[in-house]
C-alpha cells in the first residue's frame, strides 16, 4: 500500500479530525512502530506500520470498491468550495471515506467509481495500463465516415494529438449524432474538445462504461459494491486490486474473469430517445 500523511491515517481510523490529529501528533501522543513521532508530514504504510494513539493500536479501514451512475449536476469530488452536491453526499450509509477513480466532469453523467484504496486508483488511472473508457455521446451535426475517421485516428488538441480511439456511430437525428467512444486515455474534458475541435458541439455525454464496470440496473445516484468476479476481472486485466476481499455470502467463484475489453466490442442499441447505456466509463 502507497505510505500517506500520518495525521491522514489517524484522521482516517476515526480517532479526530485531520486538524485534531495534527495536535495529536504535535503533542508526541502518536507512536510508530514503538517511536514517537512529532513531524507532520511523516508518511506510513497503514497496514504494514504499527501506529498508535495514547497506546492504543489503530486499525487499517477494509479496502471497499463501488461503483456509482454519477447524475448530471453533480461534483465528482468529496467536497466543493462552492458548496455543490458532490458525490460523497450521495453515499449515504458508506462510513470509510472513499474518493472518486479520477474525474467526471459537472455536467457528465454515468459510471463513477469510488474507493479508499489508494493504489487501486493509482492502478486504474496510469496512463501506460490502456484502461478503456466508454461513453455516449450527443453532438451537434451530421457525423459522416470521414468525421467519425478523425475522432477514431486522433485529433489534435492543444498541440498534441489523441491516442486512437474506437468511434461508432448509432444514429442520426434531426440534425444531431448519437456516438459510442472508447477512450484509452483520461485527458481532461477529452471528448467535449474533440467536439469543438471537430465542428460536433457535444450536447450531452455520458459514460457507460470504466473499465468494463458498468452502472446497470443502477438508478442515478445510485450505487453499490464490485463483486469480488467484477474486482478478479479487474486484477487479471489491470493488476489491481492487489487483494481481493471476501464479503459474507459471496463467493470468488461468481463467474470467471473475462477477456480485456479492449476491441471487438458488442456495440450500444440505439432506441427511444436516447440510447440506453449498456457500458460504463469523461
Known amino acids: 500500500m502507497p505510505k500517506e500523511r500520518l495525521q491522514k491515517v489517524v484522521a482516517r481510523a476515526g480517532v479526530a479530525s485531520r486538524r485534531a490529529a495534527e495536535d495529536l501528533i504535535v503533542a508526541g501522543r502518536v507512536r510508530v512502530n514503538g517511536t514517537i513521532v512529532t513531524e507532520l508530514g ?18 487499517a479501514e477494509e479496502f471497499v470498491y463501488f461503483v456509482m451512475n454519477k447524475p448530471r449536476g453533480v461534483v465528482a469530488t468529496v467536497s466543493d468550495p462552492e458548496g455543490r452536491t458532490t458525490v460523497r ?5 458508506v462510513s470509510e471515506r472513499v474518493f472518486p477513480v479520477g474525474r467526471l466532469d459537472y455536467h457528465t453523467s454515468g459510471v463513477l467509481l469510488l474507493t479508499n484504496d489508494g493504489e487501486f486508483m493509482d492502478g486504474l488511472l496510469h496512463p501506460k495500463r490502456d484502461v ?10 451530421d457525423m459522416k465516415e470521414a468525421d467519425r475517421m478523425r475522432w477514431e485516428e486522433g485529433v489534435v488538441i492543444d498541440g498534441e494529438k489523441t491516442r486512437a480511439a ?3 456511430v448509432l444514429r442520426h437525428e434531426k440534425g444531431k449524432t448519437w456516438v459510442e467512444v472508447t477512450l484509452f486515455e483520461g485527458r481532461n474534458q477529452q471528448i467535449r474538445k ?4 471537430t465542428g460536433f458541439p457535444v450536447m450531452r455525454l455520458s459514460r457507460v462504461a470504466f473499465a468494463g464496470i458498468t452502472s446497470e440496473g443502477l438508478r442515478p445516484g445510485g450505487y453499490r459494491r464490485l463483486v469480488p468476479a467484477e474486482l478478479i476481472d479487474l ?6 486490486p492487489r487483494r481481493i476481499p471476501r464479503p459474507e455470502g459471496q463467493t470468488m467463484s461468481a463467474r470467471g474473469p473475462s477477456k480485456r475489453p479492449r476491441g471487438g466490442r458488442r456495440r450500444l442499441t440505439a432506441g427511444g430517445p436516447a440510447p440506453t447505456p449498456r457500458r460504463t466509463g469523461e
Not at 132 to 141: A, L
Not at 235 to 240: A, L, S, W
Open 42 to 59: 511523516t508518511k506510513v504504510d497503514a497496514r504494514a506500520d504499527k501506529v498508535e494513539v495514547d497506546g492504543r493500536r489503530l486499525v
Open 194 to 197: 474533440m467536439g469543438e475541435v
Open 166 to 168: 474506437e468511434v461508432f
Open 235 to 240: 486484477q487479471k486485466n489491470f493488476g489491481v
Open 132 to 141: 478503456p473508457k466508454s461513453y455516449v455521446v450527443k453532438v451537434k451535426g
Open 89 to 93: 453526499d450521495l453515499l449515504r450509509g
